[in-house]
């Protein structure tokens, strides 16, 4: 699976857009890009998956460019309780059912008040 | 979504005894699940694959004869720390994928080894 890159922390004003960035230039073409997000102490929690077309559910919005070389994790209202590691994971996907999940380092955003 | 439980979500051992800790999916059925290990300040570290039916696949460095894995049915896994030591303290998270893309984690089991 290809490796991410993700800055290790950020800030962000509560109630404003929380961009979280992800390089990924070796992804292979039949590789998603996949984000979580692991709030203190808990497991991980699923966010958002895309291949190559934006997409937006009712917690994100992912923007992949159109080399997919990198993508965007876009919370459009963060809130205190968004303060969390956020993780970007590529992967071959979404039917093999044994895929492994590979963690990298994550950004640890911090919402501010 | 899926709900994936595990238990207990903390333990403290003894140095030398072994515990057992549970992974569930509570409302689907898992052929696969993952086990997965994360200390202070690190990222997860995958620790091995769990195959229903059939042995584990551990991950490179992971000692096997160690951390004993079983997944006896589609809804359940067993990690089993053997002869614990305070190396092994350390927050254990269980995953599983449903029929759907995205993985379902359980909410972990902080394990201490005094």
């Known amino acids: 699976d290809a490796k991410t890159t993700q800055p290790p922390s950020m800030d962000c004003a509560e109630g404003r857009a929380a961009n979280l960035p992800c390089n990924h230039s070796?992804?292979?073409?039949?590789?998603?890009v996949y984000w979580y997000r692991q709030i203190h102490s808990q497991g991980p929690q699923y966010i958002i998956h895309g291949l190559k077309n934006n997409e937006t559910n009712e917690m994100a919005s992912l923007i992949i460019t159109e080399d997919r070389k990198s993508s965007t994790l876009i919370l459009p209202h963060a809130t205190l309780r968004d303060t969390a590691v956020y993780y970007c994971?590529?992967?071959?996907?979404?039917?093999?059912?044994?895929?492994?999940?590979?963690f990298g380092t994550g950004t640890l955003l911090a919402v501010q008040p | 979504g899926a709900v994936v439980s595990q238990h207990p979500s903390w333990v403290i051992c003894k140095s030398g005894t072994s515990v057992k800790i549970e992974c569930r999916s509570l409302d689907f059925q898992a052929t696969t699940m993952f086990w997965y290990r994360q200390f202070p300040k690190q990222s997860l570290m995958l620790m091995a694959t769990s195959n229903e039916g059939s042995k584990a696949t551990y991950e490179q460095g992971v000692e096997k004869d160690k951390f004993l894995i079983n997944h006896a049915s589609l809804t359940l896994s067993t990690l089993t720390v053997t002869s614990a030591h305070p190396e092994d303290s350390s927050f254990y998270i269980c995953?599983?994928?449903?029929?759907?893309?995205?993985?379902?984690f359980g909410q972990g089991t902080r394990l201490t080894v005094v």
């Open positions: 995953s599983a994928i449903e029929s759907v893309p995205q993985a379902f």
């Open positions: 994971i590529v992967r071959v996907g979404p039917s093999g059912a044994t895929n492994k999940l590979i």
């Open positions: 070796t992804i292979s073409g039949n590789e998603y």
